[in-house]
Protein backbone atom coordinates (compact mmCIF):
# COMPACT_ATOMS: atom_id res chain seq x y z
CA UNK A 1 0.00 0.00 0.00
CA UNK A 2 1.18 3.58 -1.08
CA UNK A 3 -0.26 6.81 -0.35
CA UNK A 4 -0.97 9.39 -2.81
CA UNK A 5 -1.97 12.80 -3.19
CA UNK A 6 -4.05 13.00 -6.53
CA UNK A 7 -5.79 9.62 -6.59
CA UNK A 8 -6.80 10.09 -9.96
CA UNK A 9 -3.55 10.96 -11.23
CA UNK A 10 -2.11 7.74 -9.87
CA UNK A 11 -4.66 5.53 -10.95
CA UNK A 12 -4.23 7.54 -14.84
CA UNK A 13 -0.55 6.76 -14.72
CA UNK A 14 -0.45 2.90 -13.85
CA UNK A 15 -3.42 2.09 -16.00
CA UNK A 16 -1.76 4.21 -19.19
CA UNK A 17 1.63 3.68 -18.83
CA UNK A 18 1.99 0.05 -16.63
CA UNK A 19 -1.36 -1.33 -18.08
CA UNK A 20 -3.03 -2.30 -14.99
CA UNK A 21 -6.90 -2.47 -14.30
CA UNK A 22 -8.82 -1.47 -11.24
CA UNK A 23 -9.77 -4.72 -9.33
CA UNK A 24 -11.49 -3.35 -6.55
CA UNK A 25 -12.64 0.50 -4.86
CA UNK A 26 -13.61 0.72 -1.12
CA UNK A 27 -14.84 4.20 -0.84
CA UNK A 28 -15.05 5.36 2.56
CA UNK A 29 -15.51 8.78 4.54
CA UNK A 30 -12.40 9.88 4.84
CA UNK A 31 -9.94 8.07 2.33
CA UNK A 32 -10.11 5.30 -0.82
CA UNK A 33 -8.68 2.45 -1.42
CA UNK A 34 -7.97 1.58 -5.28
CA UNK A 35 -6.23 -1.85 -5.77
CA UNK A 36 -4.74 -2.20 -9.50
CA UNK A 37 -2.81 -4.84 -11.19
CA UNK A 38 -1.79 -6.22 -14.90
CA UNK A 39 -5.07 -7.91 -15.67
CA UNK A 40 -3.34 -11.00 -16.47
CA UNK A 41 -1.39 -11.07 -13.34
CA UNK A 42 -0.99 -15.35 -11.68
CA UNK A 43 -3.71 -16.05 -8.73
CA UNK A 44 -0.75 -15.56 -6.17
CA UNK A 45 0.39 -12.66 -7.89
CA UNK A 46 0.46 -9.09 -5.69
CA UNK A 47 -1.62 -6.08 -5.83
CA UNK A 48 -0.67 -2.49 -5.72
CA UNK A 49 -3.34 -0.57 -3.19
CA UNK A 50 -3.45 3.07 -3.73
CA UNK A 51 -4.32 4.80 -0.60
CA UNK A 52 -5.51 8.58 -0.98
CA UNK A 53 -7.15 10.70 2.16
CA UNK A 54 -9.50 12.98 1.87
CA UNK A 55 -8.20 15.82 4.06
CA UNK A 56 -5.78 16.85 1.02
CA UNK A 57 -2.48 15.80 2.83
CA UNK A 58 1.02 15.40 1.30
CA UNK A 59 3.56 12.76 2.38
CA UNK A 60 7.08 12.71 3.45
CA UNK A 61 8.80 9.66 1.32
CA UNK A 62 11.57 8.84 3.61
CA UNK A 63 14.01 6.39 3.30
CA UNK A 64 13.04 3.17 5.35
CA UNK A 65 11.03 1.96 1.90
CA UNK A 66 12.55 1.72 -1.48
CA UNK A 67 10.65 0.79 -4.04
CA UNK A 68 8.19 -1.45 -5.82
CA UNK A 69 9.60 -3.97 -9.02
CA UNK A 70 7.55 -4.87 -12.18
CA UNK A 71 8.72 -7.41 -14.79
CA UNK A 72 9.12 -7.08 -18.34
CA UNK A 73 10.52 -9.82 -21.23
CA UNK A 74 12.89 -6.81 -22.50
CA UNK A 75 14.14 -4.05 -20.07
CA UNK A 76 15.62 -1.30 -22.79
CA UNK A 77 12.55 -2.04 -24.67
CA UNK A 78 10.02 -1.33 -21.76
CA UNK A 79 12.02 1.89 -20.51
CA UNK A 80 11.94 2.96 -24.38
CA UNK A 81 8.12 2.73 -24.45
CA UNK A 82 7.34 4.52 -20.86
CA UNK A 83 10.06 7.07 -22.21
CA UNK A 84 7.59 7.31 -25.66
CA UNK A 85 4.12 7.20 -23.56
CA UNK A 86 5.90 10.64 -21.35
CA UNK A 87 7.28 8.97 -18.53
CA UNK A 88 9.92 11.26 -17.08
CA UNK A 89 13.47 9.66 -17.50
CA UNK A 90 14.85 9.14 -14.15
CA UNK A 91 17.37 6.09 -14.27
CA UNK A 92 17.85 4.30 -17.85
CA UNK A 93 19.09 0.90 -18.21
CA UNK A 94 22.34 1.93 -19.39
CA UNK A 95 23.00 3.56 -15.62
CA UNK A 96 22.49 0.42 -14.24
CA UNK A 97 24.63 -1.35 -15.98
CA UNK A 98 22.06 -2.67 -18.70
CA UNK A 99 20.15 -4.99 -16.18
CA UNK A 100 17.79 -3.00 -14.98
CA UNK A 101 16.15 0.75 -14.42
CA UNK A 102 13.74 2.97 -12.71
CA UNK A 103 11.32 5.27 -13.09
CA UNK A 104 9.10 7.08 -10.29
CA UNK A 105 5.15 7.39 -10.43
CA UNK A 106 3.46 11.15 -9.94
CA UNK A 107 3.59 10.64 -6.26
CA UNK A 108 7.97 10.18 -6.42
CA UNK A 109 7.61 6.18 -5.72
CA UNK A 110 10.40 4.55 -7.24
CA UNK A 111 9.37 2.19 -9.57
CA UNK A 112 12.11 -0.90 -10.49
CA UNK A 113 11.90 -2.35 -13.91
CA UNK A 114 13.80 -5.41 -13.61
CA UNK A 115 14.18 -8.52 -16.46
CA UNK A 116 12.17 -11.97 -16.12
CA UNK A 117 11.00 -15.00 -17.52
CA UNK A 118 8.08 -15.40 -15.32
CA UNK A 119 4.71 -13.73 -14.62
CA UNK A 120 2.45 -10.93 -16.46
CA UNK A 121 4.22 -7.94 -18.03
CA UNK A 122 4.67 -4.94 -15.57
CA UNK A 123 3.39 -7.39 -12.70
CA UNK A 124 4.53 -6.69 -9.10
CA UNK A 125 8.05 -8.69 -8.77
CA UNK A 126 9.28 -7.74 -5.64
CA UNK A 127 8.75 -4.78 -2.69
CA UNK A 128 12.12 -3.66 -1.61
CA UNK A 129 12.40 -1.92 2.10
CA UNK A 130 15.51 -1.16 3.73
CA UNK A 131 16.50 -2.85 7.61
CA UNK A 132 19.14 -2.11 9.90
CA UNK A 133 20.36 -5.75 11.01
CA UNK A 134 19.91 -8.27 8.30
CA UNK A 135 20.13 -11.26 10.27
CA UNK A 136 17.51 -9.66 12.56
CA UNK A 137 15.12 -9.36 9.36
CA UNK A 138 16.18 -12.66 7.76
CA UNK A 139 14.76 -14.19 10.92
CA UNK A 140 11.75 -12.01 11.11
CA UNK A 141 10.47 -13.21 8.27
CA UNK A 142 11.06 -17.10 8.70
CA UNK A 143 10.31 -17.11 11.88
CA UNK A 144 6.95 -15.29 11.86
CA UNK A 145 5.60 -15.46 8.69
CA UNK A 146 7.41 -18.36 7.41
CA UNK A 147 9.20 -16.96 4.51
CA UNK A 148 12.47 -18.18 3.23
CA UNK A 149 15.59 -16.95 1.51
CA UNK A 150 15.74 -17.76 -1.75
CA UNK A 151 17.89 -15.68 -3.53
CA UNK A 152 21.09 -12.99 -2.47
CA UNK A 153 23.29 -10.75 -3.56
CA UNK A 154 26.23 -9.89 -1.41
CA UNK A 155 28.13 -6.99 -2.72
CA UNK A 156 30.64 -4.15 -1.55
CA UNK A 157 28.53 -1.95 0.39
CA UNK A 158 25.42 -3.33 0.41
CA UNK A 159 23.88 -7.19 0.67
CA UNK A 160 19.88 -8.16 -0.94
CA UNK A 161 18.03 -10.57 0.65
CA UNK A 162 14.69 -11.59 -0.98
CA UNK A 163 12.32 -13.89 0.72
CA UNK A 164 8.83 -15.39 -0.09
CA UNK A 165 6.60 -17.31 1.79
CA UNK A 166 7.48 -21.23 1.73
CA UNK A 167 6.99 -23.04 -1.74
CA UNK A 168 5.54 -19.99 -3.31
CA UNK A 169 5.26 -19.91 -7.14
CA UNK A 170 7.58 -17.79 -8.59
CA UNK A 171 5.06 -15.38 -9.64
CA UNK A 172 4.36 -14.46 -6.37
CA UNK A 173 6.21 -11.47 -4.71
CA UNK A 174 9.19 -11.60 -2.52
CA UNK A 175 10.26 -8.94 -0.09
CA UNK A 176 13.50 -7.39 -1.31
CA UNK A 177 15.37 -6.55 2.05
CA UNK A 178 18.44 -4.06 1.51
CA UNK A 179 21.47 -4.03 4.35
CA UNK A 180 23.90 -1.18 3.30
CA UNK A 181 27.15 -1.81 5.57
CA UNK A 182 27.71 1.46 7.06
CA UNK A 183 24.99 1.19 9.67
CA UNK A 184 22.77 3.68 8.22
CA UNK A 185 19.60 3.91 9.88
CA UNK A 186 16.08 5.05 8.18
CA UNK A 187 13.31 7.43 8.47
CA UNK A 188 9.83 5.77 7.96
CA UNK A 189 7.87 8.42 6.75
CA UNK A 190 4.20 7.97 5.46
CA UNK A 191 4.28 7.94 2.17
CA UNK A 192 4.11 3.99 2.65
CA UNK A 193 1.69 2.59 4.18
CA UNK A 194 2.50 -1.24 4.73
CA UNK A 195 2.35 -4.83 2.89
CA UNK A 196 -0.36 -6.82 2.90
CA UNK A 197 -0.20 -10.85 3.39
CA UNK A 198 -2.70 -13.38 2.73
CA UNK A 199 -4.36 -15.90 5.05
CA UNK A 200 -7.58 -18.49 4.94
CA UNK A 201 -8.36 -17.91 8.69
CA UNK A 202 -7.57 -14.55 10.41
CA UNK A 203 -7.67 -15.39 14.29
CA UNK A 204 -5.49 -18.37 13.61
CA UNK A 205 -3.07 -16.23 12.06
CA UNK A 206 -3.02 -13.69 14.37
CA UNK A 207 -2.77 -16.29 16.99
CA UNK A 208 0.72 -18.00 15.92
CA UNK A 209 2.08 -14.68 15.19
CA UNK A 210 1.34 -13.94 19.05
CA UNK A 211 3.12 -17.14 19.57
CA UNK A 212 6.14 -16.15 17.76
CA UNK A 213 6.25 -12.84 19.59
CA UNK A 214 4.95 -10.51 16.67
CA UNK A 215 3.79 -6.99 17.67
CA UNK A 216 0.47 -6.85 18.79
CA UNK A 217 -0.46 -3.40 16.92
CA UNK A 218 -3.76 -4.01 15.36
CA UNK A 219 -5.56 -7.12 16.12
CA UNK A 220 -8.47 -8.53 14.43
CA UNK A 221 -10.99 -7.31 17.22
CA UNK A 222 -9.39 -3.79 16.62
CA UNK A 223 -10.24 -4.18 12.88
CA UNK A 224 -13.81 -5.62 13.00
CA UNK A 225 -12.86 -8.96 12.17
CA UNK A 226 -11.69 -8.46 8.58
CA UNK A 227 -7.93 -7.51 8.97
CA UNK A 228 -4.99 -6.99 11.47
CA UNK A 229 -1.82 -5.58 11.21
CA UNK A 230 1.99 -6.46 12.98
CA UNK A 231 5.24 -4.50 13.06
CA UNK A 232 8.33 -5.85 11.83
CA UNK A 233 11.80 -5.61 14.01
CA UNK A 234 12.74 -2.63 11.65
CA UNK A 235 9.04 -1.07 11.98
CA UNK A 236 7.34 -1.81 8.80
CA UNK A 237 3.87 -2.43 8.95
CA UNK A 238 2.60 -6.00 7.99
CA UNK A 239 -1.34 -6.36 6.96
CA UNK A 240 -2.39 -9.71 7.90
CA UNK A 241 -5.74 -10.29 5.55
CA UNK A 242 -8.49 -12.93 4.89
CA UNK A 243 -8.59 -14.34 1.46
Known amino acids: MMRVEDLEASVDWYTSHLDYVEEGRMEADTFTNVF??????????????????????????????????VRVDDVHEAYAELMDGGVADYRDPESCGGEYAFVTDPDGHEIEIVERDHGARWSLDHTMLRVEDAEAAIGWYARKLDYELHRRVELDSF?????????????????????????????????????????????????????????????????????????????????VVRR
Do not use: K
Open 36 to 69: LAPEDRHEAGAVLELTYNHDGRSYDMGDAWGHIA
Open 159 to 239: ALYFMAPRDAPEEAMSVELTYNYDGSTYDMGDAWGHLAVRTEDLNDAWEALMLRNAADYRDPESCNQRYAFTRTNDGHEVE
